[in-house]
């Protein structure tokens, strides 16, 4: 789909209803192409063990007791 710069002005609404519908909108001022509106990928969000950070710490013996590690950090702020 095309529009012009002024009909993205004013009909703003209308054009990213379009993309809301999976369409390309191609903006152009003064007969020339200059944007495109696309819409975006929505990210497929990693959950638990799926996750690449999972385990990321899981071989820190300083933090086998996360209440005893979290003490030893506030120690020095909260005396």
Same mark, same amino acid.
């Given at each position: ?15 990213? =209803? @379009?993309?809301?519908? &999976? ?13 495109? $509106?696309?819409? #975006? ?8 063990? =799926? @996750?690449?950070?999972? &385990? ?13 590690? $979290?003490?030893? #950090? ?6």
């Amino acid at each position: 789909m095309h529009s012009t710069a002024k009909k993205l002005r004013f009909h703003t609404k209308d054009l990213l =209803e @379009s993309v809301s519908r &999976g369409e390309e909108v191609v903006i152009t001022y003064r007969g020339k192409p200059c944007a495109k $509106l696309v819409p #975006l990928k929505k990210k497929r969000k990693k959950i638990g063990r =799926e @996750s690449e950070l999972f &385990g990321i710490w899981s071989d820190r013996s300083d933090m086998a007791d996360i209440n005893l590690y $979290l003490r030893g #950090l506030r120690k020095g702020r909260f005396q």
